[in-house]
Antibody
Framework: QVQLVQSGAEVKNPGASVRVSCKGV????????ITWVRQAPGQGLEWMGW??????NYAQKVHDRVTMTTDTSTSTAHMELRSLGSEDTAVYYC????????????WGQGTMVTVSS | SYELTQPPSVSLSPGQTARITCSAD??????AFWYQQKPGQAPVMVIY???ERPSGIPARFSGSNSGTTATLIISGAQAEDEADYYC??????????FGGGTKVTVL
């Protein structure tokens, strides 16, 4: 069964960094990209960026604070966000990108990141 | 910045047809995608490339793109279709963006 399994919830202090993981299961991990999307409480979806092979493209809003990587040996993608503020409190989703069709066709279960002192 | 505009909410009775719009300046040059999200769940793709339906998505979901406006159509809405719906597209640099979302209420 194709799925993306994300790491558990995180609570961070303002100014800290967080790293969220996303493991691809049941498919050829290197044949697809991974995108990251977040959703603040009660708000809409916000695209953060994506990674495909060695290529990355980040949203302007977070480009100076985010790094997306993949570890093909473990079929896992990672998203690190630095200098956290309260506005970064959100559920973070990873999704598989079918590069040919530009679709986000499989989503992870989401990881809640809470930024609070 | 590139923005996609959706109506905040749509209400309809079971069996009626819902039309959810997504507007932008240059939507005609990019495909539109639609995602359904129910409370506490991850989004699910219901339409890709303007009008294509993924396997497993009911035929009552369809889509169109007339140029500057993409439309998601739910023909004969059912109670289970109550959810938030987001359109998504890309700007000329390949940066993706989501619309603000539309809450569909079926009552």
């Amino acid at each position: 069964q194709v799925q993306l399994v994300q790491s558990g919830a995180e609570v961070k202090n303002p100014g800290a960094s967080v790293r969220v993981s996303c493991k691809g299961v049941g498919y050829s991990f290197t044949s697809y990209g991974i995108t990251w999307v977040r959703q603040a409480p009660g708000q809409g979806l916000e695209w953060m960026g994506w990674i495909s092979g060695s290529h990355t493209n980040y949203a302007q809003k977070v480009h100076d604070r985010v790094t997306m990587t993949t570890d093909t040996s473990t079929s896992t993608a990672h998203m690190e966000l630095r200098s956290l503020g309260s506005e970064d409190t959100a559920v973070y989703y990873c999704a598989r990108v079918n590069v040919m069709w530009q679709t986000f066709d499989v989503w992870g279960q989401g990881t809640m990141v809470t930024v609070s002192s | 910045s590139y923005e996609l505009t959706q109506p905040p909410s749509v209400s309809l009775s079971p069996g009626q047809t819902a039309r959810i719009t997504c507007s932008a300046d240059v939507l005609s040059k990019q495909y539109a995608f639609w995602y359904q999200q129910k409370p506490g769940q991850a989004p699910v793709m219901v339409i890709y490339r303007d009008k294509e339906r993924p396997s497993g998505i009911p035929a009552r979901f369809s889509g169109s793109n007339s140029g500057t406006t993409a439309t998601l159509i739910i023909s004969g809405a059912q109670a289970e279709d109550e959810a938030d719906y987001y359109c998504q597209s890309a700007d000329s640099s390949g940066t993706w963006v989501f619309g603000g979302g539309t809450k569909v209420t079926v009552l």
